[in-house]
């Protein structure tokens, strides 16, 4: 790698690592305690900030040049290979030239109920294909964005001085033709901070998990300790890590993020390493197709967030924690940022939290596109400065996690539900919802649904009566389907409404609620296209690390092609057969989640829908 640096890359890199010689920056020197990573020592203690540094090119000059890299790498001291291979990992980084704006337009799922498709194809017509510079400007087409609420969405990739990126959903023609004709954007039509429509003034009883959403002020620190904010801590500090961890195994509380594990046996798992740093991560990397839950709580209320996070570092002996955040989430993170700078100066993080004794410090790291990064270990890698591929299991993450070191990792949700089983004690938290799902659930409605937005509901709560509160069938139209936990779950038919939205509810009915996603199709969705679109986002985000998914992925679209087409291979059934192999093959062989999922979806369309018959 021998091109130069432009001055502007220069100052960009410098901005994140310090200027040559000034030695490290403060927050560098805190995250190299017991830093065990790959590599020799400069490198290994450095490594971590490749992604902060590459954020850093890519924001200030819309893509990562090949002197961008080479200065980050001799900063760093990365081999110039190994820092290419992270920087092509991630679809927001370009290692080839981008314009400074460039408008990612979803055309996932739920966007598809919204008219993604026409809008793409008008993108196309009046501005040029996709992933092509047009004087200035660049359009891609994207999986979700985490906006399905307010779809059909769009998220502007904005580099250069004072940049910044933008949701823009739902995405008007006006924002179309401000794109294509180079000049200001209109107001996003729903409000990139909308509140849930979901929660009007009459409808809050109940609220556990949404109680301040839209009531609190998210900038104000005070307005958050009106609201109740800190109680939690104080009682967390009270009873102290093993009090804390017998609340949450009295709660029975189990983790919202898909694999529903129980969060006070995992809590204690991490407590109890001799080795030490501990760490503890909250998993807000949120790329689910269908997913926004987290994403509303952490732009309305993102200190419980903050307050969750430093309960779980104090309870786990953990003294720094890590926000992972989903890339595409600008909104979310300002509000998270803006809270972690106010909870610092108001002595609620940093040394002697609250005059106690206590230290934990969070730092907020961004992720970059790339949806199996919020599988934990390859979340891990990516923070460390790697490829976020996951690591094969055991060691588990409780043992050697972060950096090699025991590390306690949740979900938003879960971390939130920690604030309500404090607040009610455990008992009384288990009060409400199923003996073996307790507490309340968020969940995330979209597509063909009257009012879609995130609905908070006892664990148990039947589906019918979920669907019912977001209005039904948009139009009154008949249900055609829904699909339960996102492009790793599964479809359901409207004789399945019954179904109790609780974890072993889901169980008997052989679905999986995931990460709470229920979007809706009505009766004239075309669902062929829908599990064409879900195969193709396996295909993309797969990692490639295990062959199962990687050549899986691939010949369960081509397969489905040529279902659709008509041009198969032998009989329609003997396709039918072969993607039920690959199903098999994927779920039984692959090493991590995404593969053993990726055939969920599919496989129940054909099943449940006969989608395919
Ligand atoms: C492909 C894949 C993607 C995942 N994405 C997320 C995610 O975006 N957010 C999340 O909290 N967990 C995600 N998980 C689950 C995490 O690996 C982990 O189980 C979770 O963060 C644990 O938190 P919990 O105990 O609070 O559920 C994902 C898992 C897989 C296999
Ligand atoms: S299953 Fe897929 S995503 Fe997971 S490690 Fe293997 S290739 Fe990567
Ligand atoms: S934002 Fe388009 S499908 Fe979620």
Redesign the pocket.
Known sequence: MTASPTEEERTAVDRILGTPGSGWTGGERDLLDGHVARGGRQARERRHLLLPALHSLQASVGWISEGGLGYVCRRLTIPPAEAYGVATFYSMFSTTPRPKAVLHVCDDIACRTAGATDIGTEFERSLGPAGEEHGGRMWLRSPCLGLCERAPAALLQAAGAGARDAALAPLGQEHAAAFVAGGGWPAPGGGSTSAPQTLDPDSREGLRLLRRVGLVDPGSFDDYRAHGGYAALRRAVELGPEGVIRELKDAKL????????P?GV?WELVAKQPVRPHYF?C??????PG?FK?RVVMEHDPFAVIEALTIAGVSTGAEKGFIYL?GEYPQAHATLGNAVELARARGFLGEDMMGEGFRFDVEIRRGAGA?????????FNSIEGYRGE?RNKPPFPVERGLFGKPTG???????VNVLEVLRLGGPAYAEVGTPDSTGTRLFCLSGEVERPGVYEVECGTALRDLLELAGGVRGGRALKAILLGGA?GGFVGPEHLDIALSFEGAREAGVTLG?GVVMVFGEDADLVDTVLRIAAFFRD?SCGQCVPCRVGTVRQEEALHRLVSGRTIGSPKDELALLAEIAQVMRDASI???G??AASAVQSAISRLEVFS
Do not use: H, M
């Open positions: 189990l983790g919202r993020g898909g694999a529903a594990f969060t995992k991560v998993n807000a990397d949120e790329s689910e997913t987290d989903r949806y199996i990064c919020g599988e934990e270990t390859a979340l996951p990792i949740d979900n938003v949700e879960t971390l790793a990460s985000e991590c989640g995404l053993q999922t």
